[in-house]
C-alpha cells in the first residue's frame, strides 16, 4: 500500500473549469490554512493566466516531483504535462481531454514512484472527455483500472464523502433510483463495509470503527409493510459484517441517522443509493466536504464539487475543498504510513 511522506500530487482537472484558480488559492492560503506542500500537474502558463484573471498574483516554478517539496514556500510548484492546453474558461475543449487524462496518469505514477505521498484530484468534465473517447464512467472506476496498470493490484473502488462531522458511503452511485432496488445485493453491502471498515483503520487512525447501514425504504420497510429490501438483502449483510467482527448497525430508518446524537454512535454511514449518502454530507459541510476515493492501493482525496463552469475565471470560487481534500490526503497518508 501507498502512502507517507512527501508532497501531494495534485491533478490539473478540467483546465475550463476553476481547477486552475483553486489550485492557486490553495497554495496562496497555504499558511493560514496549514496546506501541506503539494505539486500541481498541468500547464504553467494556463495556470498563471487563469489566476491572473481571477485576481490572484501567482508564482509558479516548473519543476520535476523531487523538487517540489523545496520550492514550495515561495512558489506554487508545476510539473508540465507535455502537451499545452486550451485556456477557455467555462468552454470545454475536446482537444484538453488527453492533457486531463495524462495528468491523472502521472500523479498516479508519482504516488506508485513514491515520488508523491498521495493523489488529490481536481474535478473533471465527464462529458468532455466522452467525446474524446475516454471509456471510464468517471474518476472512481478509472483510478480502479489505475490500480491494476499501474500498481498491478485489482481495487474494488468505494467513494465517500468526509467532513469534519459526517462520513458516508453509498453502495450504488450513478444511476436511476428505480434501479436501485435491483442493484442491491447482500454481496455488495458486505463488500462497501468491508472496504470502510479497513480504510477507517488504515487511513482515519480508527482502531474499532462502527459503521451505521442504512435501510432502503421508509422506516427501513417497517417491518416488511414498506418494502421487502430491508429484510431480504440489507438485514442478513449486517448479520454477516457482524460475524466477520466488524462493529456494524442496521438497517437504520434514514431518516433518524444524521442528527447530532444518532452521528455520535458511528464513524461512518453506508447508505443505500447517492442521494441518500450524499444530501447529508453536504448539507453539514457543503464548502469543505472531501470526496474520498477507498479500496485503491494509493490514497486518492478531491474537492466535493464539479467543475463550475459557470463562475471559472471570476474570481468567486472558493477553494475550501480542495484546501480540505489536501489535508486529508495528507493526514490519510501519514496514517498509512504508521500502519504499514
Same mark, same amino acid.
Given at each position: 500500500?501507498?502512502?507517507? +511522506? ?62 517540489? *517539496? ?31 487524462? +495524462? ?61 469534519? +462531522? ?20 447482500? *454481496? ?33 420497510? *417497517? ?20 460475524? +466477520? ?96
Amino acid at each position: 500500500m501507498h502512502g507517507g +511522506e512527501g508532497p501531494l500530487a495534485l491533478s490539473c482537472g478540467e483546465p475550463s473549469g476553476i481547477g486552475p484558480e483553486i489550485s492557486a488559492m490553495a497554495w496562496l492560503r497555504r499558511a493560514e490554512n496549514g496546506t501541506p506542500p503539494f505539486f500541481l500537474v498541468g500547464d504553467p502558463a494556463l495556470t498563471v493566466e487563469r489566476a491572473r484573471a481571477a485576481g490572484v498574483d501567482l508564482t509558479v516554478a516548473e519543476c520535476d516531483p523531487t523538487e517540489a *517539496e523545496r520550492l514550495f514556500s515561495g512558489a506554487l510548484p508545476v510539473v508540465p504535462l507535455e502537451r499545452r492546453l486550451q485556456n477557455r474558461p467555462g468552454m470545454p475543449a475536446p482537444e484538453n481531454a488527453q492533457g486531463v487524462i +495524462e495528468s491523472i496518469d502521472r500523479c498516479a505514477g508519482y504516488v506508485r514512484d513514491r515520488q508523491a505521498a498521495a493523489l488529490v484530484t481536481n474535478p473533471i468534465a465527464k462529458k468532455a472527455l466522452y467525446a474524446a473517447g475516454f471509456g471510464y464512467p468517471g474518476h472512481t472506476e478509472y483510478l480502479g483500472h489505475l490500480a491494476q496498470t499501474l500498481f498491478g493490484e485489482s481495487a474494488n473502488p468505494v467513494m465517500m464523502i468526509a467532513g469534519s +462531522e459526517l462520513r458516508t458511503v453509498p453502495v450504488t452511485i450513478h444511476i436511476p433510483l428505480h434501479e436501485v432496488p435491483a442493484a442491491l445485493t447482500k *454481496e455488495a453491502i458486505v463488500e462497501t463495509g468491508r472496504v470502510v471498515y479497513a480504510a477507517l483503520k488504515r487511513d482515519f487512525g480508527i482502531a474499532a470503527p462502527r459503521l451505521a447501514i442504512s435501510g432502503l425504504n421508509p422506516h427501513a420497510g *417497517e417491518g416488511g409493510a414498506l418494502g421487502s429490501e430491508d429484510g431480504a438483502v440489507i438485514a442478513p449483510a449486517v448479520s454477516a459484517l457482524v460475524v +466477520e467482527g466488524i462493529d456494524a448497525r442496521g438497517p437504520l430508518p434514514a431518516d433518524t441517522m444524521f442528527h447530532a446524537e444518532a452521528r455520535a454512535g458511528y464513524d461512518a454511514a453506508i447508505c443505500m443509493y447517492h442521494d441518500q449518502a450524499l444530501i447529508p454530507a453536504k448539507t453539514l459541510a457543503f464548502d469543505s466536504a472531501v470526496n474520498v476515493t477507498l479500496g485503491l492501493p494509493f490514497i486518492r482525496t478531491s474537492p466535493d464539487h464539479g467543475t463550475a463552469f459557470d463562475i471559472a475565471g471570476r474570481g468567486i470560487a472558493k477553494p475550501d475543498s480542495l484546501i480540505a481534500a489536501l489535508r486529508m490526503a495528507s493526514e490519510m497518508a501519514a496514517h498509512r504510513a504508521m500502519s504499514a
